[in-house]
């Protein structure tokens, strides 16, 4: 842990800051990759990024998910740090690294590497895993109408430990909408899964949540 934040304060420590923004959100469930974090239950987050005018960024996030039962770890803290290069008003590239803790159960721990290329409102996201955690791919689409957004992505992901539940594809499609600086988010997602169809699952994501930038 110690590198990786020497690491984000050596990048930041090479250019000029460029602002911040704070975002906070609830909603009624925490999903990652279709899957429930949650177990249904609501989820608050936080999480703030500092910019950098070079195209650097870092920042963290800390989320209540994950108590499915007893045994699960109670929280999530992350970090990440990486680089984004916008070419014009239709392409972009993005490379980042992000670490996901749970202070309580540290055995869940994962880190990953991602890379992401913008075309128009169309999204390809590749995550590799690091320290043998699965690599996972996303394709996605946005489409701004009035102040709005629609939405649509597919991913797929391995099972992580030979845990099964997570090894499956899953789908998402959602409208985000601007309302008196606030933003608020209607997803259905479904989650196929690739071992059994127990554990297949779909649902309702309905979320608020307000970004200050500074």
């Known amino acids: 842990m110690i590198r990786k934040i020497y690491l984000i304060l050596t990048i930041f420590s090479l250019s000029v800051f460029s602002g911040t923004e704070l975002t906070f959100s609830l ?6 990759r279709g899957i429930t974090q949650n177990d249904g239950e609501p989820t608050l987050s936080t999480d703030v990024k500092f910019s950098l005018n070079n195209g650097f960024y870092s920042g963290f996030w800390i989320e209540n998910c994950c108590s499915e039962n007893n045994s699960y770890p109670n929280r ?4 990440f740090t990486g680089f984004n290069k916008q070419f ?6 993005s490379i980042s690294y992000l670490g996901t803790n749970y202070p309580n159960s540290k055995k869940d721990n994962f880190d990953e590497l991602s890379i992401e290329f913008g075309f128009y409102n169309f999204f390809i996201s590749y995550f590799i895993g690091l320290d043998n955690f699965p690599d ?4 996605s689409y946005s489409l701004p109408f009035n102040n709005n957004y629609f939405y649509l992505s597919y ?34 997602f479904n989650f196929n899964s690739n071992g059994t169809s127990d554990l297949d699952d779909d649902g309702l994501i ?9």
């Open 27 to 32: 909603k009624n469930d925490s999903i990652w």
């Open 88 to 93: 014009d008003d239709n392409l972009e590239i």
């Open 206 to 214: 309905i979320s608020i949540s307000k970004k200050l930038v500074f």
């Open 155 to 188: 991913g797929e992901f391995d099972s992580f430990k030979n845990d099964i539940s997570s090894n499956g594809s899953n789908l998402s499609i959602g409208i985000e909408s601007n309302f008196n600086d606030f933003d608020f988010d209607f997803i259905y």
């Open 76 to 79: 999530e803290v992350g970090i």
């Open 136 to 139: 996972y791919y996303e394709l």
